[in-house]
């Protein structure tokens, strides 16, 4: 028999709005909102504006009419991402075995460490979450259970647990299946909702009680593993690898619509620095560069071109992306945003090289790279920056 298995999985708390508590703590036990880009609607609530009624989606105009008294404050995802880092590093400096879920969640694997920390796992799941806040002044809920599946069901419960942390175990498991409606299992969507509700499916319990033949035939494969999971057999383990991504795009409106080329010039290298950053954490090239400009009016014009030899090296890609920036550009038009995207990804060391490549040329670039990378990582992202300045007179 398999080992009895610990997973956790732990879920940050209304987590873009905890950022910006964290960057200004007299935001903390206020009714806070963080707005999409452009402060379009509102993407995260903190407790106290979930109270007053504000509704996630919400448009920010209908919000700021019906809430006047909540605080709104525009997103910033790149500190968002930052934070998220710490919390990550945290995770895995407690356990060998963490896979990121998302940029606000992670499974981490307890499994043999009640041991190591002499503590049992709900100690241990409170632990965890004492350190995170200590260390990142991120509150997190965490759920623990012998699947995936059951531990993203534990952490939802674990939100209103009074302590934030709740296990779902052998002996309360049929209670919880019982209690547990299909739509707040992990993997169900609003689609097949509908559908399993017509066969008379409501509840998790309901759901197991079915057999592989009528699951397979009805979801298929997921749906066998679904209820393996709901059963606490794990059939999806706690991993640590990291799949490189087969194309990476970065875009954001602009504050502003305009024309300024230097103005989008300068957005766009933004965009090109934090992809080349991507690739160099994956340890990979691209071989292929993208410039999108879109319209105050969402037309899209896109242009794109071969780089002569793979690169993870922002100059180089800003070096063709200012090219085709030219390109797609007019003047007497106003834009609302940019972006880059790397094509035809690849893994460093496998590329080619040519009679004229110039190895010394790209060591330089490659320490230049990582000098880039260990500035940022010892005073924060964007300490370094490449730009494009209009000549003002005297």
Known sequence: MSKQKYIALVDCDSFFVSCEQKKNPELKGKPVC??????????????????????????????????????????????????????????????PYVQIYSVDE??????????YYKKNYRELAKYLRQKILEIVDIPVSIGVSSTKTLAKLASDKAKN???????IGKRKLVKELRNTPIEDIWGIGRRLTLSLKKSGILTAQELVAKSDEWLDKKIGIHGLEMKHELQGEMTSPVVNEVKSPKSIQNTRAFGIFTSDLNYIKNELNHHIHTSCRKLRRH????????VMLRTKDFKVYYAKKDLPSPTDFELEVSKIAMILLKEIYNPNVLYRATGVVLERIGEQGIEQLSLYDNLGVDKKKEKLAQCFDKLEAKFGKNIVKT????????
Do not use: W
Request: net charge positive; proline share 2%; aromatic share 10%.
């Open 161 to 167: 647990a009074k302590d934030n942390v709740y296990l």
């Open 106 to 115: 992670a499974f981490v694997d307890l499994t043999g460490l009640n041991k």
């Open 283 to 290: 340890n990979t090239k691209c071989l292929e560069v993208g």
């Open 387 to 394: 730009g494009f300045s209009e000549k003002k007179d005297k």
């Open 34 to 95: 963080v707005l999409s880009n452009n402060d379009g609607c509102v993407i995260s609530r903190s407790k106290e504006a979930k109270q007053m009624g504000v509704r996630m989606g919400e448009p920010y105009f209908m919000a700021k009419k019906e809430h006047p008294k909540a605080i709104y404050i525009t997103a910033s995802h790149e500190y968002y991402h930052a934070v998220s880092s710490l919390v990550m590093a945290v995770l895995k400096d407690f356990s």
